[in-house]
Every structure is written in C-alpha cells, then in structure tokens.
C-alpha cells in the first residue's frame, strides 16, 4: 500500500487538481494575449488612419501674383483707398548691441466675409527709408477671408533693425471689412528661439477715397 503521508498536503492537493489549474492558466493567458493583440491591433490601425489623415504644412513659397490677377479692375475705379505702415525687424540686438537675425513673414489678411479686397503696393524699405524691394507694384485681388504672405528670409539683412513695408489696399464699398496686416518676426540661435509679433498701422494721411 502507497503511504502518501510523506508528501506535504500542497503537493497532494496539486496533483490532484493541478490539471484542471494548467488549463485555467492556459485559458487565462490565451485571454490575456487575445486582448492585448486586439489593443494593438487598434492602437496600429489608430495610428495608419492619423498619418492618412494628417497633411504636414508646405513649406513657404512666394505667391505667384498672377493667380491674384484683379480682371477689369484699375485702381481709378476703386473708391476706398487706405495706406497702412508695418515695422519690420530683420534683426534685433542683444549682448551689448550683437545683432539677432531674424525671418520676416508679412500677412495681409481680407476680413471681410462679402466683399474683395485689392493691393496696388507692398514695397519693403531699410531703416533709413531707402526702398529695398518691391513684392506688388501692380493691383491684385484678395476674396472673401483670402490670405497673403510675403517673406523676409532671416540671411536678408537689407532691411536692418529699423525695415518697414508700406502696404496700400483699396475696396469697392466704405462698408468694407478693414484688413488685418502684420508682420511676425522668428529667429533661433543654438537652443534659444524668439519670436514676436508686429501689428499694422493705418497712416492717419492715408486717403479714404
């Protein structure tokens, strides 16, 4: 006859029953893997769809002006007409008068949700009030809530600390939405960034019509 008592009562209470937990644990784990692959599945295809959906921002192209091309209008005909000023820093100084460059982005925005807006001037001048660069000389049409942006990039110094555009807009109706022009200076050195906004303001000279 087999004398179990030299056997500990676990060891006796698992053989008895230890096939019934292997399965248990067997089971559990299958769950466990099943539901951690469904996670990762998802988690995956998440993923796949956000980066199908996800369009990065195109870099800064100069706007081709004869897509802005005002058809059958001169500025003869347009009876607002408003001049607005724009302080531009090409660079600032720091460290005891050391010069930080910086990248210029002018934005002329039409606010007005009905009526077109028109630019016949965005000319660039340095800080002693020479003109450096002419981005419209001929007028050109903005929609309803349509945007432009001229840039400065940061390695043109022309302009110097003290750099300005002159932007003159014109518009069909005196109801008209009044545009918003600012200019948004950026610069980076090493680990350290600045950047700043400059607001537009309309010359009180500026004729209304």
Known sequence: MKNDS???????????HGVRIL?????GAFALLYVRSRTSTDERLDAIE????YEPPRSYVAPKLEEYAAKGVSVASLPVRHT????????????????????ATL???NTDL???????TVQYYDTSGKLSKKYVDELIRLGPLQTIEFLVKRHDISGGSGANFIVEWHATDTSVEAPFVEAIMVGRSGTNAISFVSPGRTLEGSPSQ
């Not at 956000?50 to 959906?53: A, L, N, P, R, S």
């Open 84 to 103: 607005v000023y724009v302080p531009v820093y090409s660079h600032i100084y720091y460290d005891g008068g050391r010069p930080y460059l910086l990248e």
């Open 114 to 120: 009905k009526l077109p807006l028109y630019l016949s």
């Open 23 to 27: 399965i248990l644990l067997a089971i």
């Open 107 to 109: 934005s002329v925005r």
């Open 50 to 53: 956000e980066t199908v959906q």
């Open 6 to 16: 030299k056997y500990p009562e676990w060891f006796l209470w698992f053989a008895e």
